[in-house]
């Protein structure tokens, strides 16, 4: 894309492949889980156990990767079972992940020692992976997202942080990085910035979140955010999804409309993938994704 002499690169990760024939384990995902399976193997763990909700692409992705590694998987998934179960959960059963359901206010305890502990003791030894997918290990495989190219910006969709934290890591001093939040607050910030300071002797200031994509938090839409998905897919053939890539891409070209890039500069868009999630949105909302 040429506006003001800007150029605007996409930055295919969906389509990253990992394993020949195996299109699961691909996008940002993978990068987050690359360097947790390797360790995971360095300690000699037999299963993999994290959490999510009920169509969470790091639930989606932690089954797929985990049959592949040879890895038992257990998915704790926030709220009751509903049944026929979702394209999203069903997929991670058929890969051979085990489903355990607990209440949203257990939920909370995620992070807990003492719960952590209680699932070790119901579920035996096993190496823990955080909700999405996000901690060191997944920062420095995220680093890897930044190629060896010039740009200006870089941007991606933000919804734990760990993406955006890893590519910051990554980035030159005349670089920015810019996340789109599918959540709504700034509490992501905070979050990031957190991930960002056990990087002792660092620190990272070419960087921020813009939340004002969200169109009304995580897993909202609305028929705008629709409509610009499908019309980008007819006139640029990239499918885009309404959770995250879809919200990144709205805010891009509305800033581009807005004149905030500086005449000349380069952009790189990070298409994280994601699109596995299309299933289950069609099946709750109908069709909307042409």
């Not at 699961?24 to 995902?29: A, C, H, L």
């Not at 910035?193 to 979140?209: A, R, V």
Request: charge should be positive; charged fraction near 20%.
């Amino acid at each position: 894309m040429n506006n003001a002499n800007i150029k605007l690169f996409v930055q295919r990760e969906d389509q990253l492949k990992v394993i020949p024939n195996n299109p699961y384990i691909s996008g940002n995902k993978w990068r987050k889980l690359k360097y947790n399976i390797f360790q995971a193997q360095k300690e000699n763990k037999k299963t993999l156990l994290s959490f999510g909700g009920a169509y969470s692409n790091h639930i989606h992705a932690l089954a797929a990767t985990g049959k592949a590694f040879n890895f038992k998987t257990i998915g704790i998934i926030r709220g009751e079972p509903h049944f026929p179960l979702n394209p999203t959960l069903q997929f991670a059963q058929n890969q051979g992940m085990h489903l355990e359901y607990i209440s949203r206010q257990i939920y909370r305890q995620k992070s807990d020692p003492t719960f952590i502990d209680s699932l070790r003791q119901k579920h035996g030894d096993f190496y823990l992976i955080p909700e999405g997918g996000t901690n060191q290990l997944a920062i420095k495989g995220c680093a890897e997202i930044v190629q060896d190219l010039p740009f200006d910006y870089i941007c991606c969709p933000v919804g734990t942080g760990g993406t955006l934290a890893g590519i910051i890591t990554s980035l030159q001093p005349h670089q920015k990085a810019i996340g789109f939040s599918s959540l709504k607050g700034d509490f992501l910030t905070q979050e990031v910035q957190q991930l960002l300071s056990q990087k002792q002797g660092k620190i990272y200031s070419n960087w921020h979140i813009d939340n004002t994509y969200h169109f009304g938090g995580y897993a909202r839409h609305t028929p705008k955010l629709i409509n610009f998905i499908n019309d980008f897919k007819q006139h640029h053939h990239i499918q885009l999804e309404p959770l995250y890539t879809g919200k990144m891409f709205y805010g891009i070209f509305d800033l581009l409309k807005q004149n905030y890039f500086p005449e000349g500069s380069t952009i790189i868009a990070i298409h994280t993938g994601g699109l596995q999630g299309l299933d289950g949105f069609q099946e709750r909302f109908g069709h909307l994704i042409k």
